[in-house]
C-alpha cells in the first residue's frame, strides 16, 4: 500500500492517480492521505503530488517517507540530503543542459546562449554555463536588477545570445512580463527556448517535457526500490522525455525545425557523449 496526498489541482490529481495505478500495478492499493493520520502510520510511503503537498505531509510527522512528483531540484534536493534515503523525488522541470542542447539541435549554428536572472536567482544558472562548452556552446548570464532594466538587460542579451534560454524563474518569466520578452526577442530575430511546455503555447519556440506517464513509471520503481531497501533512490529525472515546438514561431522567424523525434534523439545522444558534441 502507498498513500497519495493530492494537490489542489484535481483534474492532476485523478490523472496521476490512475497512472501510478497503471504503474504501481494490481498489488499495490493507493489510499488517499488525510490529516492526522500519521499518528497511526508513519512506516508507509507517501507519494506527494507538488511542494505543497509534500510540505502539508512533511509537517504531519517528520518520520514518514516521502516521494515527491512534480518538484524541482532545489526544493527537494536539501530534505533529501538529510533524510537518510526516507525522502526523494521526481524531478519536473526541464533540466537547463538538455533545454539548452534543445536550443542547440534546432539552431545549428548556435555557439553563445543567454540567460537572464535576477541577482537572488544567478546561482540558476551558474551550473549550466560551466558545461555548455562541453557542448560546443559558451554562455554568459545577464543580471536583472530591477523592473524597469528587464527590457534594457534583455537587449544587451540579445546582442550576445544566438537564443535565450529560460529557467523557471517567475521574478523574469511571469504572465506580467513574457509577451514583452518574447516581443523584444522575436523583434531582433531571437528566439526563446523554455521555460517550459506552457510558456511554448505562449510563444517560446520550444521546451522539452517529462510526460506524466513517465514520472509514474519511475515513481512506481522508486516504491519498488523502497520496499525492497528502506530506501528511495537520490532525487532524478526520468531518462526519457518529448519537446514542445512552437510551429508559428518558427515559421514566423524562418527557422526550419528538425522532426521532433529527431531532435529527442540528438539530445539524447549529446548528453551521452559531451566529448563528440563539442568535437562536431
Known amino acids: 500500500m502507498v498513500y497519495l496526498a493530492g494537490s489542489a489541482n484535481n483534474a492532476l490529481n485523478r490523472r496521476m492517480l490512475s497512472l501510478l495505478e497503471d504503474a504501481l500495478g494490481s498489488s499495490t492499493v493507493i489510499r488517499a492521505f488525510s490529516r492526522g493520520q500519521t499518528s497511526q502510520d508513519t512506516t508507509t510511503p507517501v507519494i506527494a503530488l507538488g511542494a505543497e503537498a509534500f510540505t502539508r505531509v512533511r509537517q504531519e510527522d517528520k ?118 520578452i518574447l516581443l523584444t526577442a522575436y523583434r531582433r530575430n531571437r528566439i526563446v527556448i523554455g521555460p517550459s511546455q506552457a510558456y511554448v503555447k505562449a510563444g517560446s519556440l520550444a521546451s522539452t517535457y517529462t510526460p506524466l506517464t513517465r514520472i509514474a513509471e519511475l515513481a512506481a520503481d522508486y516504491i519498488e526500490d523502497y520496499r525492497a531497501s528502506g530506501q528511495f533512490p537520490a532525487p532524478a529525472y526520468p531518462e526519457n522525455f518529448s519537446i514542445d515546438l512552437n510551429l508559428q514561431v518558427a515559421r514566423s522567424l524562418n527557422i526550419p525545425l528538425p522532426d521532433r523525434q529527431d531532435i529527442i534523439t540528438s539530445v539524447m545522444e549529446q548528453l551521452a557523449g559531451p566529448e563528440e558534441a563539442a568535437d562536431e
Open 63 to 180: 518520520r514518514v517517507p516521502i516521494l515527491a512528483l512534480l518538484v524541482d531540484e532545489t526544493f527537494i534536493d536539501g530534505y533529501a540530503d538529510r533524510s537518510g534515503g526516507s525522502i526523494s523525488g521526481i524531478l519536473y522541470n526541464p533540466p537547463l543542459l538538455r533545454q539548452a542542447i534543445a536550443g542547440g539541435v534546432i539552431l545549428p549554428q548556435a555557439t553563445r546562449v543567454a540567460m537572464l536572472a535576477r541577482p537572488d536567482t544567478v546561482e540558476i544558472y551558474e551550473p549550466v554555463t560551466e558545461q555548455l562548452p562541453d557542448y560546443g556552446m559558451e554562455g554568459k548570464i545577464f543580471v536583472v536588477t530591477s523592473d524597469d532594466k528587464l527590457i534594457p538587460t534583455l537587449i544587451r542579451a540579445l546582442s550576445y545570445g544566438d537564443f535565450i534560454l529560460a529557467a523557471p524563474d517567475s521574478s523574469i518569466y511571469n504572465p506580467r512580463t513574457i509577451k514583452h
